[in-house]
T-cell receptor, first 113, second 117 residues
Framework: NAGVTQTPKFQVLKTGQSMTLQCAQD?????MSWYRQDPGMGLRLIHY???????DQGEVPNGYNVSRSTTEDFPLRLLSAAPSQTSVYFC????????????FGSGTRLTVV | AQKITQTQPGMFVQEKEAVTLDCTYD???????LFWYKQPSSGEMIFLIY??????QNATEGRYSLNFQKARKSANLVISASQLGDSAMYFC??????????????FGKGTRLSVIA
């Protein structure tokens, strides 16, 4: 099924551990992005990419790294997890132009203890 | 400054009644797109409706309509004939520089709608 696939769905990390949240889409979307959702804060943009090899920072990029080596994949890396990174993470993709709504993944619930 | 403001943290509506969820936005661009998303308790983000800044008519999608008032910079979502399944978080979002592409989607903080039987 076409869409955005996020893995894992749930993860518990210890402070200081590293991990990568995976995001893949099969719709040939140029644009991909990562958001975090915290209670009362809505969705805040972490990083985004407008195509392979191009990434940019969003509103809350600190503590996160991204890369975009292919059109399909946009992994989010936490190098040294902190309790403040406990959140629900969403990956979303769309075409760079046009009126189509973004397609969201199902989310990753991350807890850092 | 916030680009998207949703002033109603929570709202209640009686089943079968209509409800309006408020959204105001801030941009100096002439070209932008406005979106509404629904997030039920299961957590997925569901795209509901889109309005382009150059669209002359208000967008409609089934029971959803967007009351677009460009001069007031407001893009309120109207849900007609509310159903119990409409209980969810609703997010307003904007993408600036829309027709030139390459710009991120910015969200408001959301409104939690509860439909009462």
């Amino acid at each position: 099924n076409a869409g955005v696939t996020q893995t894992p769905k749930f993860q518990v990390l210890k402070t200081g551990q590293s991990m990568t949240l995976q995001c893949a889409q099969d719709m040939n979307h140029e644009y991909m992005s990562w958001y975090r959702q915290d209670p009362g804060m809505g969705l805040r943009l972490i990083h985004y990419s407008v195509g392979a090899g191009i990434t940019d920072q969003g509103e809350v990029p600190n503590g996160y790294n991204v890369s975009r080596s292919t059109t399909e994949d946009f992994p989010l890396r936490l190098l040294s997890a902190a309790p403040s990174q406990t959140s629900v993470y969403f990956c979303a993709s769309t075409y760079n132009r046009g009126s189509l709504g973004y397609t969201f993944g199902s989310g990753t619930r991350l807890t850092v203890v | 400054a916030q680009k998207i403001t949703q002033t109603q943290p929570g709202m209640f509506v009686q089943e079968k009644e209509a409800v309006t969820l408020d959204c105001t936005y801030d941009t100096s661009d002439q070209s932008y797109g406005l979106f509404w998303y629904k997030q039920p308790s299961s957590g997925e983000m569901i795209f509901l409706i889109y309005q382009g800044s150059y669209d002359e008519q208000n967008a409609t999608e089934g029971r959803y309509s967007l009351n677009f008032q460009k001069a007031r910079k407001s893009a309120n979502l109207v849900i007609s004939a509310s159903q119990l399944g409409d209980s969810a978080m609703y997010f307003c979002a904007m993408r600036e520089g829309f027709h030139s592409g390459n710009t991120p989607l910015v969200f408001g903080k959301g409104t939690r709608l509860s439909v009462i039987a």
